[in-house]
């Protein structure tokens, strides 16, 4: 792959770049499949057509925080209080209605929440602990 900051090829797919310290796929000014230079509105790089790697925003939100909420309230029999954590007041509101669609939702969004895969109304994900 290549470097999406500065375009320098890379060994594998390393989590920082060794050419200039930044995460290869956080940069926007090149392909990471070929090297050639795109835009930040690049989407699809135009010499070998592969889809560019979006960065992903990390949310200020703690990971902790919403292991913890999505779970401990549900022990009371009260679901979906780690939603409203995450501003995402709507699906919150559902899941208080159905009881965490009866334990099964809340199951889901307690393992997507430890594996640091939930995201926030933002779409960003919440990675940090
Ligand atoms: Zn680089
Ligand atoms: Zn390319």
Redesign the pocket.
Known sequence: MFCRNCGKKLIGSPEICLNCGAKPLAGTNF?N??G?STTPLTEI?V??G?RLAKAIEVSPKSRLAVTLLSVLPGCFGIAGVHRFYLGKIGTGIAMLLTLGGLGIWTLIDFIFAVSGRMKDKEDKVIENW
Do not use: F, R
């Open positions: 392909c499949g070929c050639a790089c010499k070998c592969i």
